[in-house]
């Protein structure tokens, strides 16, 4: 089971990325896949989750990130709209093989799989 993140890199402020996430494995196809943060200095931190169908999102994205799962591709991704300096991080895939409770969904240890991270970085 791999759990693969790329499409970071460096964005000027008021600009977009998407982040993709790639899951492998021999049947593998998780019914729970999210994001989390980490900035420099800072504790990781919950972003979206796509969570056997319903999504849910960090009140500071809300508006401005959209979470899509393609289950015929086994991918997440993250669309992020009008990127801030304060979402420069390094972005991190996650996800379960089962739905994940909504009360958990927005703590790390609910996941079982990470994958390696990919660095996005705004400037201002």
């Known amino acids: 089971v791999q759990l693969q993140a790329s499409g970071g890199g460096l964005v000027q402020a008021g600009g977009s990325l998407r982040l993709s996430c790639a899951a492998s494995?021999?049947?593998?196809?998780?019914?729970?896949m999210g994001w989390f943060r980490q900035a420099p200095g800072k504790e990781r931190e919950f972003v979206a989750i796509?969570?056997?169908?319903?999504?849910y999102y960090a009140d500071f994205v809300t508006g401005r990130f959209t979470i899509f799962r393609d289950r015929a591709k086994n991918t997440l991704s993250l669309q992020m709209n009008s990127l801030k300096p304060e979402d420069t991080a390094v972005y991190y895939c996650?996800?379960?093989?089962?739905?994940?409770?909504?009360?958990?969904?927005?703590?790390?240890?609910?996941?079982?799989?990470w994958g390696q991270g990919t660095l996005v970085t705004v400037s201002s």
């Open positions: 494995g021999r049947t593998f196809s998780p019914n729970a």
């Open positions: 796509w969570n056997a169908g319903a999504t």
């Open positions: 996650a996800a379960g093989r089962n739905r994940i409770a909504s009360g958990s969904a927005r703590s790390d240890y609910a996941y079982t799989y």
